[in-house]
């Protein structure tokens, strides 16, 4: 059939690049919605995933069979809006049980101009972007020619060669929660970085002061950091040159430097070493990643679709984390300098705190007594 067939405005389908559609209902705002198809493991943390800046491009399928139970909490945002394009489920919960809560998930998806779909069957569409890979796909509310969707996902531009970060980062520099404390001043990049980040970094005892995504390397080191962070976001760390120069001029500063995300990324791409795209990405709160320096497994939270090429990092890097998943490489550490990431979310929100010690360990390089 080419045709949607509801008779009422409550109807959605996902279209999808290869010619798949799906037909579901509305649970958010109206309109269409575009960008990379995929999916996240997760059970719950849907409002921390919806405002990652890291999905901005990219449409979210949970697969969980029904999200929405608890709410939404304004206090649960990791940034100021929801970063996510577009959302699908299988089943959106009508009520929300939770003390917190101030709205319902249908009702924050339609406030903040989210267009979703529920009904769909996610655990097929998961199969599918396992075997296949993520593809561009749109969601649409109400009546559209199947044919015209599909042709608007294959328009849409590849998550490969994007430059996402200058549309999520801040737009001055700012005090995270300036307390006039005496800590270590730590300098972080905003690449799209998640609000719990700053608050571990804080929880640990550092000062931060936060910078532009383009703020030039020697306008960090100008403000006399004792630390600089590189943080999570969205997009092709590829197709980020300008920010890569910047990172190098860190490094070639001396100054303490933990990278988490896309921040390990660009790190690597800093130092020789080249990315490339996973076919389907890791999206979840439960990836066993392998500490390969104590043998300790850690049960972590992950949100990325590109990682490091294995055997292209320099010999003067070592690697300190893998996946148990699929053996990609989820950290590193520079074996003279005072440098490490990992590729995961050490800062959870959701998931975890198997890895908070990253933020210890970082803390403990600038000064902090532990």
């Known amino acids: 059939m080419n045709r949607l067939d509801s008779i009422d405005g409550s109807c959605a389908t996902l279209a999808l690049e290869d010619g798949t559609c799906y037909r579901g209902v509305a649970c958010g705002a109206e309109g269409l919605a575009g960008g990379e198809v995929v999916f996240n493991t997760s059970m719950t943390g ?16 949970m697969t969980c069979p029904q999200i929405g139970n608890y709410g939404t909490a304004e206090a649960d945002h990791e940034s100021e809006a929801p970063k996510a394009a577009g959302f699908i489920v299988r089943e959106l919960s009508p009520i929300a049980s939770n003390w917190r809560s101030t709205a319902t998930l249908g009702d924050y998806l339609a406030r903040h101009g989210i267009v979703a779909i529920a009904g769909v069957d996610t655990r097929a569409l998961t199969r599918k972007l396992r075997s296949s890979g993520v593809m561009r796909g749109v969601i649409a509310t109400g009546r559209h020619e199947t044919e015209e969707l599909v042709a608007r996902a294959r328009a849409l531009p590849s998550m490969e060669g994007a430059d996402l970060v200058r549309e999520v980062s801040c737009a001055a520099p700012f005090d995270f929660e300036p307390s006039g404390g005496s800590g270590p001043l730590v300098a972080a990049y905003h690449f799209g970085m998640k609000t719990n ?19 030039p390397a020697a306008e960090i080191l100008s403000h006399g950091p004792d630390g600089v962070f590189l943080s999570n976001g969205p997009g092709d760390p590829a197709a980020l040159g300008w920010a890569v120069a910047n990172v190098r001029g860190i490094l070639e500063a001396g100054v303490p430097t933990f990278g988490i995300c896309l921040g390990h990324q660009l790190l690597a791409l800093a130092l020789g070493a080249r990315t490339f795209k996973l076919k389907f990405g890791h999206r979840g709160a439960n990836h066993p990643v392998k500490d390969l320096e104590t043998g300790r497994v850690e049960i972590t939270s992950q949100n990325h679709g590109f990682a490091v090429e294995p055997g292209s990092l ?11 998943y699929d053996g990609t490489i989820e950290g590193f550490r520079h074996r003279e300098r005072p440098v490490f990431c990992v590729q995961y979310h050490p800062e959870a929100s959701p998931g975890p705190h198997d890895a908070d010690y990253l933020f210890t360990r970082f803390a403990a390089a600038l000064g902090v007594r532990v």
């Open 314 to 324: 320099p010999a003067g890097v070592a690697v300190t984390h893998e996946s148990l």
């Open 197 to 215: 980040i700053l608050r571990r970094l804080t929880a640990h005892g550092c000062r931060v002061r936060v910078f532009p995504a383009a703020t």
């Open 46 to 61: 849907y409002q921390e995933i919806l405002t990652d800046p890291s999905y901005s491009g990219q449409i979210v399928t």
